[in-house]
């Protein structure tokens, strides 16, 4: 069909097929959002829409065939602390409902109708691991301080405005990246301008006047914009994403910063451009940006005039770039999801090249050096708001290079904070410089967990 309108009525026609044969076939569906028992979720896919959705149910784990551990479905499932295995092939094929099964998301593994012998074995794991994060709420309310007292600041990283106060109450010195995009991931579809000011709001209020780090929404990809389609990307991951998408629908993108700017009224908040790849790319945004302000202030609505504004640095022509931007922007973060993709070449949603996404390739940890170097040298604020960030493996790395302020989900900030706590500026400096002259990745990566466990010989991941 050519008319745009009919569709988008595509997926509710599709619905609707689906609801008759099941009344015609007789058959009972189980309604996710009431279940009565905790379970594991076994599927072929999930879109974002659809996980964005688990979180207040009793899904207490996933596997599924398709996506890869770096896509948006497995970081909210980390961001919630549930486990999920991710590009497991056709394990939907292979189980049924009531199978008891174990999902090991440590190393990857679904273990179907285990043994009673794994089952102890993995009850005992579980048992550790609940201790180990026992432990750790011992450290909640510590600074994030070196041994050698220099101060790390550990933010959270956010899906939803509730979730700012719960990464308070995990030790987070603010928000450092709210994911504004699943706004749109709900069934009542785009949010209007005062719906965005009371989620902004919220989560600018739950930081306990904290900063909070909007990001304008990474529409696009695998998120939003292929459903509604008539015509899907090739290769939407190289496609109108991001910025681009919202450069492309200004109207859209200028409410968006309408209501960023209403709610700088209520504390310190912060707004940050996604994927930018140019410096005329920045200053579109950010002329759209005193746009949005001068109406607002025409209207008489209370705002932060001197907003703090910045980009994440996720395409290797911003990290190239980043002495030319260090001149215009009041802070940068190191996107390293999309950075290690596009620097790899490497599809992070795609289960068949999962093994060459690579966080420890040496290209990629040069390319932090050198970015954080340019805007310590520049005097700029830069963050890593990347799930490397998040991974115990790569903090020493990370101080090492001359970053103090990192950006993860809220369940991973103890831990990492126990790490700094452990370590030295200059112990870090030394483990940066060896891990930056391997030439291989698995060099890099056995060097760095062999000093990881050094410090946390007690951790059972």
Known sequence: MSDPLLVERMRDVQDIERRLLRHILGEGREDLAHLSKPVILVAHD???????????????GVALDSGAATSHTAILLQSWGRPGVIGLGDISTHLSGGDTIIVDSTNQLV?????????????????????????????????????????????????????????????????????????????????????????YRDATLGADGMPVTIRT???????????????QERNPMLGLRSIRYSL???????????????????????????????????????????????DLEDEGVALNRNIKIGIMVETPAAAIQIKEFCREVDFVSLGTNDLIQYLLAVDRGNERVSQYYI?????????????????????????VCGEMA?????????????????????ANIPEIKKLVRLTTVSQARRVARRALGFDTDRQVTNYLRDEMRKLLPDDPI
Do not use: W
């Open 46 to 60: 999930l879109t974002p829409t659809q996980t964005a959705q688990l979180n207040d149910t009793k899904v207490i």
């Open 111 to 199: 273990i179907a109708n285990p043994t009673e012998s794994t089952l102890a074995e993995y009850r005992e794991r579980e048992a550790a691991y609940s201790r180990f994060s026992h432990a750790l709420d011992d450290i909640k309310d510590l600074p994030a301080i070196t041994c050698d007292e220099t101060p790390i600041a550990l933010y959270s990283n956010i899906e939803f405005p509730y979730e700012s106060r719960a990464g308070i109450a995990k030790g987070a010195s603010g928000v450092g990246l709210y994911r504004t995009e699943f706004l749109f991931l709900r069934p009542e579809g785009a949010p209007t301008e005062d719906q965005q000011f009371i989620a």
């Open 217 to 231: 929404f990474d529409l696009g990809a695998d998120k939003y914009t292929q459903q509604r389609s008539y015509e």
């Open 248 to 294: 492309r629908n200004l109207d859209m993108f200028k409410v968006q910063l309408r209501a960023v700017l209403r709610a700088s009224a209520h504390g310190d908040v912060r707004v940050m451009f996604p994927l930018i790849n140019s410096l005329m790319e920045f200053r579109q945004a950010k002329m759209t940006l005193h746009d949005a302000m001068e």
């Open 359 to 383: 966080p420890s390739h040496p290209a990629v940890l040069r390319s932090i050096r050198d970015v954080v170097r340019a805007c310590n040298q520049a005097e700029i604020e830069c963050s």
């Open 390 to 410: 998040g991974q115990p493996l790569y903090t020493m790395f990370l101080l090492g290079v001359g970053l103090r302020t990192l950006s993860m989900a809220p």
